[in-house]
Nanobody, 127 residues
Framework: QVQLVESGGGSVQTGGSLRLSCAAS????????MGWFRQAPGREREGVAA????????YYADSVKGRFTISQDHAKRTVYLQMDSLKPEDTAVYYC????????????????????WGQGTQVTVSS
């Protein structure tokens, strides 16, 4: 089972940037769909972005297209989420998640496919 550790959350003002990291501890990082989700108070968890580690295909929620970029480093088994032009509505707890041995075309953004989750990291954007 893939173990995931997130880092990089924090507080910024509107228009600022943050980069989240998600380190996968298990070799089965390969050929997984790795996704970032977020959950704001009182709201359902939603998909933000995903990348298929086997081929590099990326997927984004409409609300973050053009502002967020997901990338990966195979050697470090790490997935990154670069968040630029942040808005107050981006405030949430961000979670990294892995869907083992399934493409993002199938899994994302359906949370039921993601069986491994990180502990979450808080992102706060103030106006």
């Amino acid at each position: 089972q893939v173990q995931l550790v997130e880092s990089g959350g924090g507080s910024v003002q509107t228009g600022g940037s943050l980069r989240l990291s998600c380190a996968a501890s298990d070799y089965t990082y390969i050929n997984n769909c790795m996704g970032w989700f977020r959950q704001a108070p009182g709201r359902e968890r939603e998909g933000v972005a995903a990348v298929y580690t086997g081929g590099g295909s990326t997927y984004y929620a409409d609300s973050v297209k053009g502002r967020f970029t997901i990338s990966q480093d195979h050697a470090k088994r790490t997935v990154y989420l670069q968040m630029d032009s942040l808005k107050p509505e981006d405030t949430a707890v961000y979670y990294c998640a892995a869907a083992d041995f399934v493409s993002c075309g199938v899994a994302w953004p359906r949370t039921e496919y993601f069986t491994n989750w990180g502990q979450g990291t808080q992102v706060t954007v103030s106006s």
